[in-house]
């Protein structure tokens, strides 16, 4: 059996990131390719438990407390959903991974850079994806796409956010093989036909 695909979206909070994940996935279901849609936080029974913390808690939450959280759910999650679906050859179309913790907790939250890459290489075993795509929009623009109630992250001010996407591109400045950027201030379809292009040659 050939190892299967790991792919990763990433971006700040309203860039597209399921929109594109759910297009993607009808398109590869059409064509019989064998993939699943997961997440961070909370792609297992344990992640659901994180998530509702990090998403919901309502008291402080320290900066090293929030990291770890993350980092917890991760693990969990590369060990018992992203290894072995990777062994089975399906094609992993995951909603943020390590980039999100380094973007957040490192570029937004000013903790040390390279401790969090050090921290995810733990909590992945040093698994790392295939190809990552980052939408890259003005941090205006994805704040106004959001309706409805705001969770604890997307609640954070326009600076946090600007240092998010700064976040982003320079980890796309430095491991362009692995990450590409499309830019999110376009259609749905538009963006769609990228990620197409993106994906095929894993396929
Ligand atoms: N290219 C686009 N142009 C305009 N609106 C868009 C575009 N892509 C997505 N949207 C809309 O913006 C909102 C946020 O999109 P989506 O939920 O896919 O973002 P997300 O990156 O998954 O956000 P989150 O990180 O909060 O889960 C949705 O209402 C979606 O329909
Ligand atoms: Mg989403």
Same mark, same amino acid.
């Given at each position: 059996?050939?190892?299967?695909?790991?792919?990763?979206?990433?971006?700040?909070?309203?860039?597209?990131?399921?929109? &594109?994940?759910?297009?993607?996935?009808?398109?590869?279901?059409?064509?019989?390719?064998?993939?699943? &849609?997961?997440? #961070?936080?909370?792609?297992?029974?344990?992640?659901?438990?994180?998530? /509702?913390?990090?998403?919901?808690?309502?008291?402080?939450?320290?900066? +090293?407390?929030?990291?770890?959280?993350?980092?917890?759910?991760?693990?969990?999650?590369?060990?018992? %959903?992203?290894?072995?679906?990777?062994?089975?050859?399906?094609?992993?179309?995951?909603?943020?991974?390590?980039?999100?913790?380094?973007?957040?907790?490192?570029?937004?939250?000013?903790?040390?850079?390279?401790?969090? /890459?050090?921290?995810?290489?733990?909590?992945?075993?040093?698994?790392?994806?295939?190809?990552?795509? +980052?939408?890259?929009?003005?941090?205006?623009?994805?704040?106004?796409?959001? &309706?409805?109630?705001?969770?604890?992250?997307?609640? %954070?001010?326009?600076?946090?956010?600007?240092?998010?996407?700064?976040?982003?591109? #320079?980890?796309?400045?430095?491991?362009?093989?692995?990450?590409?950027?499309?830019?999110?201030?376009?259609?749905?379809?538009?963006?769609?036909?990228?990620?197409? %292009?993106?994906?095929?040659?894993?396929?």
């Amino acid at each position: 059996m050939t190892r299967g695909v790991f792919i990763t979206f990433e971006g700040a909070d309203g860039c597209g990131k399921t929109t &594109q994940i759910e297009l993607l996935k009808k398109y590869l279901d059409e064509k019989k390719i064998k993939n699943i &849609q997961t997440r #961070e936080p909370g792609a297992t029974e344990l992640g659901v438990e994180l998530r /509702k913390i990090l998403l919901h808690y309502e008291k402080p939450v320290s900066d +090293v407390a929030e990291t770890f959280l993350y980092l917890a759910d991760r693990a969990q999650h590369i060990e018992f %959903e992203i290894k072995p679906m990777l062994d089975d050859g399906y094609i992993i179309l995951c909603d943020r991974f390590i980039d999100s913790t380094v973007s957040y907790q490192g570029y937004a939250r000013k903790q040390d850079i390279n401790q969090i /890459k050090k921290l995810n290489e733990i909590a992945t075993k040093g698994l790392k994806p295939d190809l990552t795509i +980052v939408f890259d929009i003005e941090s205006e623009v994805a704040q106004k796409r959001l &309706q409805g109630e705001k969770d604890r992250l997307e609640k %954070e001010g326009l600076e946090f956010h600007k240092a998010l996407r700064f976040g982003y591109l #320079e980890l796309a400045k430095e491991e362009p093989n692995r990450i590409k950027v499309i830019n999110a201030n376009d259609t749905i379809e538009n963006i769609h036909k990228k990620v197409i %292009e993106l994906i095929s040659r894993y396929i």
